[in-house]
DNA sequence: ATGATGCGTAACCGTACAGTTACATGAATG
DNA sequence: CATTCATGTAACTGTACGGTTACGCATCAT
């Protein structure tokens, strides 16, 4: 069912870029990046916080291959690679339709049309109400 | 000319939802509700962890306006809120473009714009390679 | 060589999370 | 009313962040 890419060949790596993404200074990070390649002192000092501080950040994007870097003389410079949120993507691709459609109508036709089978206990709580 | 929603109050709500979508089971627990409403005991028994895990992981999701719940008797139906993924979705969709033209030619571009205004150290440190 | 620059890492601290087991509470049921 | 069921919460633990300051180590400049 699901499409893989080539690039996304481990499911474990998806949640290497969600877990990434969840911290406002890393997006902001990326969000800098977009701008151009940049050395990490030039990035530390967009930032309020200390320049180890970003170091660290700079890291778990490295890990999540959200990143990625190269020596230039005495500088390391980031470059932005948004390969892995194709995962992010496709994955939030799901839900799109949620909102693109008249919003809670779809909604509500799914959930109807699976309650008979998954649900068990609602309908006999909803007899209790006339009692 | 950023259009915020009206449900999408607060950029710190983004927080929140990014956050939330940090952890598997969490994302896991929203692909389930997306079949449907569940109880919360029902839920609990779609993970390998223990039930009082997922009721905390619930109340994340509901901290982060991505799950609704409502007593039904002695249940806690929970349904799924995907509006707070709008923010998510506009957030990548800026990234959208990355992938959708040929990829790194467009970066290289808007890299090359933005290099004689916002690089410094850089055209120095590349000076210092024709000695 | 000496010193300044750029950057990562170690050590440390506080906090938040993900998980557990044990307990409390409210609703259905006999 | 006692009991079972459904669920949240408290208490506790281990781990991973996010931040800091101090330090180490290359690399460039003099």
Redesign the pocket.
Known sequence: MRHRSVTDSAPQMTEATF?AL??P?RRAVLDLLRRGSQ????IAIAFP?????I??????LRRAHLVS?HRE????VYELNPEPLRAVDSWIEQYRIFWTNSLNSLKAFVEAEHARETQL?SD??SQ?KHK
Request: proline letters at 4%; charged letters at 30%.
């Open positions: 877990q969840a911290d200074t050395a990490a002192g030039q916080v200390s320049r180890p501080a170091s660290k950040h700079l890291r778990l870097e003389g005495r500088h390391r206990a006999k709580a209790r």
